[in-house]
């Protein structure tokens, strides 16, 4: 099994490293690491050290030693999932199971038809929960460089969001918009890939007119329809399975 992950500010440059605090606690009294054991030191944002366990102090306190310092190099191309807000905890979810899958980053979405709505002191609590969501995921699969959670974007953010990228596309599907497969459609090596993912009601006409003016394709995964909260990861594995991330 690879080596268990732990969050920290600053990746450890020298011999040894005191590792405190939750961080500290989760290693000592969850996991129950113990002298020799290996253990990954990570700001989440590409920089890691390896090290080994020298010593397990107290319930929250562990000594590591013998670190060397990487850093993992951005991705290429760069896959970001717009998500439409679901309902309940069905958004954490979403961004769980993306982050695990390994999407670089995840944009919450007000969409029209949205049940759900982030407004004031509740949409930051929100969002804070799915930042927090993404780090814990990201941990849990043993990544370095975890998915980053942007703030919310209205409708028209997310198409000028959409008009930068090198590929867009929108999940979709109905008769007038039959849709290309996003198994096979032409993907860039490089820059940047936007998917967005509706809401349960599905993708407004009038958002659906507003991205694919700024550029976007509609594209389709397959013939069954999936929930909101399920897509991203669906579309997401495929994207990183075509582009040669999983390689």
């Known amino acids: 099994m690879?080596?268990?992950?732990?969050?920290v500010d600053e990746v450890p440059g020298g011999p040894e490293f005191v590792l405190d605090g939750p961080e500290g606690r989760h290693a000592v009294s969850v996991k129950r690491l113990r002298t020799g054991e290996d253990v990954v030191l990570t700001d989440g944002l590409g920089h890691w050290?390896?090290?080994?366990?020298?010593t397990a102090e107290g319930?929250?306190?562990?000594?590591?030693?013998?670190?060397?310092?990487?850093?993992?190099?951005?991705?290429?191309?760069?896959?970001t999932v717009v998500q439409a807000l679901p309902k309940g905890d069905r958004g954490e979810l979403a961004v769980e199971t993306m982050?695990?899958?390994?999407?670089?980053?995840?944009?919450?979405?007000?969409?029209?038809?949205?049940?759900?709505?982030?407004?004031?002191?509740?949409?930051?609590?929100?969002?804070?929960?799915?930042?927090?969501?993404?780090?814990?995921?990201g941990k849990q699969s043993r990544r370095v460089r975890f998915a980053e959670v942007a703030d919310a974007m209205t409708t028209k953010q997310v198409a000028a969001f959409l008009a930068k990228a090198e590929f867009a596309a929108v999940l979709h599907e109905d008769r007038l918009y039959p849709g290309l497969p996003l198994a096979t459609v032409e993907l860039p090596s490089e820059g940047e890939i936007v998917l967005v993912v509706g809401p349960e009601g599905g993708v407004s006409p009038e958002e659906l007119s507003m991205f694919t003016g700024a550029g976007a394709k509609v594209c389709r995964l397959g013939r069954s329809v999936l929930r909101t909260s399920t897509a991203g990861t669906a579309a997401g594995a495929l994207l990183?399975?075509?582009?040669?991330?999983?390689?």
């Open 99 to 137: 982050s695990e899958t390994g999407v670089d980053a995840i944009v919450p979405w007000a969409a029209s038809r949205c049940i759900t709505q982030w407004k004031g002191e509740r949409g930051l609590k929100a969002l804070a929960k799915w930042r927090a969501t993404a780090r814990e995921a």
């Open 49 to 54: 050290a390896e090290g080994v366990v020298k």
């Open 2 to 7: 690879t080596a268990p992950v732990f969050v």
């Open 240 to 247: 990183l399975g075509r582009t040669g991330r999983w390689s």
């Open 59 to 79: 319930k929250d306190r562990l000594v590591v030693a013998d670190l060397h310092v990487h850093e993992e190099p951005p991705p290429a191309p760069r896959i």
